[in-house]
């Protein structure tokens, strides 16, 4: 069976399966939170599978109407990496929001913190000083 594969198929399964290592890594470290490296993990885990099951890969092409199979490969590969990329544009959308409004919030409490603080000064000021020796 190994005497089979070719040069293209080595490429199409060492390609997802050393990415998928790589993100395993990542988490290791910590480097790349586990919720987010669930889907490069799915999409190469995807790519891996399809690059394994050439019947599988046949099929996809044929309905996809592609003649070469392995480059469905590459085209699901494109499709499944846009999809993570739209989710990360996604998360990145959300922590700006969250961002903004921090920094909201910390320009209002400092606001308020000076406001205090003048409020302290003027109370401090007008109070008369205690007698001496008293």
Do not use: H
């Given at each position: 069976?190994?005497?089979?594969?070719?040069?293209?198929?080595?490429?199409?399964?060492?390609g997802?399966?050393v990415?998928?290592?790589?993100?395993?890594?990542?988490v290791?470290?910590?480097?790349?939170?586990?919720?987010?490296?669930?889907?490069?993990?799915?999409?190469?885990?995807?790519?891996?599978?399809?690059?394994?099951?050439?019947e599988?890969?046949?099929?996809i092409?044929?309905?996809?109407?592609?003649?070469?199979?392995?480059t469905?490969?590459?085209?699901?590969?494109?499709?499944?990496?846009?999809?993570?990329?739209?989710?990360?544009?996604?998360?990145?959308?959300?922590?700006?929001?969250?961002?903004?409004?921090?920094a909201q919030?910390l320009?209002?409490?400092?606001l308020?913190?000076?406001?205090?603080?003048?409020?302290?000064?003027?109370?401090?000021?007008?109070?008369?000083?205690?007698?001496?020796g008293?």
């Amino acid at each position: 069976m190994l005497s089979n594969i070719g040069r293209l198929e080595i490429i199409m399964l060492a390609g997802p399966a050393v990415m998928f290592l790589i993100v395993l890594e990542m988490v290791r470290r910590q480097r790349l939170r586990e919720d987010y490296s669930l889907l490069w993990l799915a999409t190469f885990g995807v790519l891996i599978v399809l690059a394994l099951s050439r019947e599988m890969l046949d099929t996809i092409a044929d309905l996809i109407g592609i003649r070469y199979p392995p480059t469905a490969l590459f085209v699901i590969a494109t499709g499944l990496t846009l999809l993570v990329l739209l989710q990360f544009s996604a998360v990145i959308t959300r922590l700006s929001r969250q961002n903004k409004q921090a920094a909201q919030r910390l320009a209002l409490l400092d606001l308020q913190v000076r406001q205090l603080e003048e409020q302290l000064r003027q109370i401090s000021s007008t109070e008369p000083s205690p007698p001496p020796g008293g």
